[in-house]
T-cell receptor, first 112, second 112 residues
Framework: GNSVTQMEGPVTLSEEAFLTINCTYT??????LFWYVQYPGEGLQLLLK?????DKGSNKGFEATYRKETTSFHLEKGSVQVSDSAVYFC???????????FGTGTSLTVIP | SQTIHQWPATLVQPVGSPLSLECTVE??????LYWYRQAAGRGLQLLFYSVGIGQISSEVPQNLSASRPQDRQFILSSKKLLLSDSGFYLCASERSGANVLTFGAGSRLTVL
């Protein structure tokens, strides 16, 4: 089955700092990889995804590259803003399965 | 695009009382539907998923149950709530074959 290991939080950064949230996974087959974001008091929203090895997903200044050799999908942003404060979830989704399993989530707080 | 409606948004219930959380989906037919629970300070736990009317798969044995009486309606229930049932419950929908989840805004349950 699938499992995800995410970087422990909470993470606190100053505005304009560089962000990395690590994510490694184990999966059968070749999963698609996703990052979801949860803003305070809301449900989750899809942030970005990558469907095959070496693909780079990007959105809102965030990027993550599908690294099959290291089974990783680390989330990065060059310059974070206060509005990026949220919980970030990594999820490998199997190509043929119905089960969407998420990492434990990493809470990010950006201070002015 | 899909829209997920969840209600009630917040609920405070005594231990031993029943529960019914409802989720309806607009904008797609025959979706795969999911219930997740997010306990305070913890990640997302997949509770149930459904690939069609009357078809429910349970991921974690507990005192909760789910039903899907109509194609775009997914209900989470309990006959007798426990303190440990407190949490943030999220309904999600996957457009058939899309491999991407759309989440509702969530229902926050506090059991006292």
């Amino acid at each position: 089955g699938n499992s995800v290991t995410q970087m422990e939080g909470p993470v606190t950064l100053s505005e304009e700092a560089f962000l990395t949230i690590n994510c490694t996974y184990t999966a059968t087959g070749y999963p698609s990889l996703f990052w979801y974001v949860q803003y305070p008091g809301e449900g989750l929203q899809l942030l970005l995804k990558a469907t095959k090895a070496d693909d780079k997903g990007s959105n809102k200044g965030f990027e993550a590259t599908y690294r099959k050799e290291t089974t990783s999908f680390h989330l990065e942003k060059g310059s974070v803003q206060v509005s990026d404060s949220a919980v970030y979830f990594c999820a490998p989704i199997p190509y043929t399965g119905n089960q969407f399993y998420f990492g434990t989530g990493t809470s990010l707080t950006v201070i002015p | 695009s899909q829209t997920i409606h969840q209600w009630p948004a917040t609920l405070v219930q005594p231990v031993g009382s029943p529960l019914s959380l409802e989720c309806t989906v607009e904008g797609t037919s025959n979706p795969n539907l999911y219930w997740y629970r997010q306990a305070a300070g913890r990640g997302l736990q997949l509770l149930f998923y459904s690939v069609g009317i009357g078809q429910i798969s349970s991921e974690v044995p507990q005192n909760l149950s789910a039903s899907r009486p109509q194609d775009r309606q997914f209900i989470l229930s309990s006959k007798k709530l426990l303190l440990s049932d407190s949490g943030f419950y999220l309904c999600a929908s996957e457009r058939s074959g899309a491999n991407v989840l759309t989440f509702g805004a969530g229902s926050r349950l506090t059991v006292l």
